[in-house]
């Protein structure tokens, strides 16, 4: 079935920008959500249809989806961003959910 | 205020059965598809099931096919998975998460019951 990629870990400077890349066949051609988790507590949509910011996520995030990399940018990173984050695609093919391993941002 | 509230989860044997709920409110349940997701212990989130709206169409991880069951009733506002044939691998927090269509992105998500399958 499809397969997406993340690399396990991203770190950047407050202030500086994170980009956190999806690696996937023609990943541009599917809709790309994108998940932020914090230790111990529940995942929250960040960005969702590649691009969309849901009410109430700053508009410091930011999403972008062509060929076979979906990216999602954090404009000014803050420690309050520093978390795992997942990015989820719908297989049709397989009629299956598919998430991303996971990238952990870390905020120096 | 969307709420999900998971409950259900506990200790289990290989080969053990557990029934997981998830309570909702704040919203009409019919109008979402809803899916479970697990997490193993410091591991990512793995999807695990989703039923469409209606509870006409589910589907299933190749993980968990014919071992676990998702289901619905609206008139109660919750959602199940039934468990069966549990093993240890089966250990993970449990979210429930809502969307408007089993396609869609997950814009709800509850707090997720534990379940550890040891003997």
């Known amino acids: 079935s499809y397969v997406v990629t993340q690399p396990p870990s991203v770190s950047v400077a407050p202030g500086k920008t994170a980009r956190i890349p999806c690696g996937g066949n023609?990943?541009?051609?599917?809709?790309v959500h994108w998940y932020q988790q914090k230790p111990g507590q529940a995942p929250v949509l960040v960005i969702s249809?590649?691009?969309d910011r849901p009410s109430g996520i700053p508009e410091r995030f930011s999403g972008s989806n062509s060929e076979n990399t979906a990216t999602l940018t954090i404009n000014r990173v803050e420690a309050g961003d520093e978390a795992d984050y997942y990015c989820?695609?719908?297989?049709?093919?397989?009629?299956?959910?598919?998430f991303g391993g996971g990238t952990k941002l870390t905020v120096l | 205020e969307v709420q999900l509230l998971e409950s259900g989860g506990g200790l289990a044997q290989p080969g053990g059965s557990l029934r997981l709920s998830c309570a909702a409110s704040g919203f009409t349940l019919r109008d979402y598809a809803m899916t479970w997701v697990r997490q193993a212990p410091g591991k990512g989130l793995e999807w695990v099931s989703t039923i469409t709206g209606s509870g006409t169409v589910t589907y299933y991880a190749d993980s968990v096919k014919g071992r676990f069951t998702i289901s619905r009733d609206n008139s109660k506002s919750t959602l199940y998975l039934q468990m069966n044939t549990l093993r240890v691998e089966d250990t993970a927090l449990y979210y429930c998460?809502?969307?408007?269509?089993?396609?869609?992105?997950?814009?709800?998500w509850g707090q997720g019951t534990l379940v550890t399958v040891s003997s």
């Open positions: 989820q695609v719908w297989d049709s093919g397989s009629d299956h959910w598919i």
């Open positions: 998460a809502g969307g408007y269509s089993s396609s869609s992105e997950m814009d709800s």
């Open positions: 023609n990943i541009g051609n599917k809709d």
């Open positions: 249809y590649d691009s």
